[in-house]
């Protein structure tokens, strides 16, 4: 298996852009879940969908963040308008069920100048 | 509610002594208890995880960790570090009937000649 698939590994925005984050997970896993890591706050969970329903976007800053997933392989993070403060590297991660251990895709490395 | 406090931001040791990280948690339900690394410009990768099975689990790299329920620890260790271990770990719990992690702010491990 290719492993959780993001894309892009970096982009590069300006301020008030919309930017669109992707992921695949792998094939078989009913849980996909959406982080964001900074120096400052570590990695902190935004949200995470069950068979492809969102069940906690508790940790989602702001209405200005969007996630969807419209099917099983696909999930996409959506930012709205983007600020400088939404810099960070946005992990996307995958498991098969309740209690396994996560997947993590590489990572996008987001810059909002 | 579930918490993971890791002591300690930075740790260094020098190559071939005893590695030690510690984690505490905190969980109103049994713990399902996990430890992870992250390499530079790279996604978090399972080293182990604890799920009532045995106290002492032993992971990928030579690195083991024990839970203690008495102590609500679940610290990681390795005999002899190596160069290549030099990275951030992060502690975890989950449980409770859910997928959702909580990870703690992490340990960057610093290798030393």
């Known amino acids: 298996d290719a492993g959780v698939i993001q894309s892009p590994r970096h982009e590069v925005t300006e301020m008030g852009q919309e930017v669109t984050l992707r992921c695949k997970p792998i094939s078989g896993h009913n849980s996909l879940f959406w982080y964001r890591q900074t120096m400052m706050r570590g990695l902190e969970l935004l949200i995470y969908?069950?068979?492809?329903?969102?069940?906690?976007d508790s940790g989602m800053p702001e209405d200005r963040f969007s996630a969807k997933m419209p099917n099983a392989s696909f999930s996409t993070l959506k930012i709205q308008p983007s600020e400088p403060r939404d810099s960070a590297v946005y992990f996307c991660?995958?498991?098969?069920?309740?209690?396994?251990?996560?997947?993590f895709g590489s990572g996008t490395q987001l810059s909002v100048l | 509610a579930q918490s993971v406090t890791q002591l300690g931001s930075h740790v260094s040791v020098s190559e071939g002594a005893l590695v030690l990280l510690r984690c505490n948690y905190s969980?109103?339900?049994?713990?399902?208890l996990f430890w992870y690394v992250q390499y530079p410009n790279q996604g978090l990768q399972l080293l182990l995880k604890y799920t009532s099975a045995a106290t002492l689990v032993k992971g990928i790299n030579g690195f083991e960790a024990e839970f203690k329920k008495s102590e609500t620890s679940f610290h990681l260790t390795k005999p002899s570090a190596h160069m290549s271990d030099a990275a951030e770990y992060f502690c975890?719990?989950?449980?409770?009937?859910?997928?959702?992690?909580?990870f703690g702010t992490g340990t960057q491990l610093k290798v030393e000649l």
């Open positions: 975890a719990v989950g449980g409770g009937g859910g997928n959702k992690l909580t």
């Open positions: 991660a995958s498991s098969y069920r309740t209690g396994e251990k996560l997947f």
């Open positions: 969980s109103s339900v049994p713990p399902y």
């Open positions: 969908f069950n068979n492809n329903v969102p069940i906690d």
